[in-house]
């Protein structure tokens, strides 16, 4: 059983030969290919596609209600206004669950009326899809990002898509641009702010865990960086 994961070869040049190698695989061997393109699934000449769709209304009202609130427990007035407010929001993300994960890790760091509601009437909703393919959710979340984590996040758009990184050589690469800035009466060593930046970068879903305690960028997210 062989999985290839997020395939870009278009042309299926590549596969044509990758397919010469794996004829000799023993009868029942199965090969799992994912990718975002229809060209791809194409080229694979195999069998249908299986076509991955977005999570439906109450799923997804489930995975973002639990980003959004977590486990906080709200003044019942409150926590109806916010709820109400965030299926708003929530109707605005197409079902997808990146989206719905970033927009409610923004939310749940200000459980307020007003904040909550700046967000669901931003402008960024006006033009969907249309700044660069970036979804409005993850601009949103970019936006209110700190002007050193922006800084740092950007950084990490040298590397190629689906590149995997390690957390303690990232942050010593943003330490030896000048990313990182203690303040001078604080205790704090450039190597312990920055693991917090990335820490709040994966907390955030800018950055995905991967095996082996590296990390990657999902491809919509390195559009954005």
């Known amino acids: 059983f062989i999985v290839l994961d997020d395939v870009w070869d278009e042309t299926g040049s590549k596969w044509e030969q990758l397919r010469d190698a794996l004829a000799s695989g023993a009868r029942g061997s199965t090969i799992l290919v994912t990718t975002q393109s229809p060209l791809v699934a194409e080229a694979m000449g195999t069998m249908e596609p299986i076509k991955l769709e977005v999570l439906g209304q109450d799923d997804f009202w489930r995975l973002f209600e639990r980003c959004a609130f977590g ?12 709820e109400l407010i965030g299926r708003e929001i929530s109707g605005k993300l197409h079902g997808l669950p990146l989206a719905g994960k970033a927009m409610g890790s923004l939310l749940r760091r200000r459980l307020e ?5 700046t967000i669901s009437e931003s402008e960024w909703w006006e033009d969907d899809f249309a700044v660069e ?4 959710s993850l601009g949103l979340s970019y936006q209110h990002l700190s002007t050193n984590l922006k800084q740092c996040f950007a950084y990490t758009s040298i590397f190629p898509k689906g590149h995997v990184f390690d957390k303690e050589r990232l942050v010593q690469m943003w330490i030896a641009q000048g990313f990182i800035h203690p303040k001078s009466e604080g205790r704090t060593r450039p190597e312990g702010l920055g693991s917090q930046m990335f820490d709040e970068l994966t907390n955030r879903y800018f950055f995905l865990p991967t095996l082996n305690n590296k990390h990657a960028m999902h491809d919509i997210m390195h559009d954005l960086a």
């Not at 486990?71 to 916010?82: E, I, S």
């Not at 393919?133 to 409005?136: G, K």
């Open 71 to 82: 486990d906080k427990v709200l003044d019942p007035d409150l926590a109806r206004k916010l």
């Open 133 to 136: 393919n970036i979804l409005p």
């Open 113 to 117: 009326e007003q904040f909550w509601t």
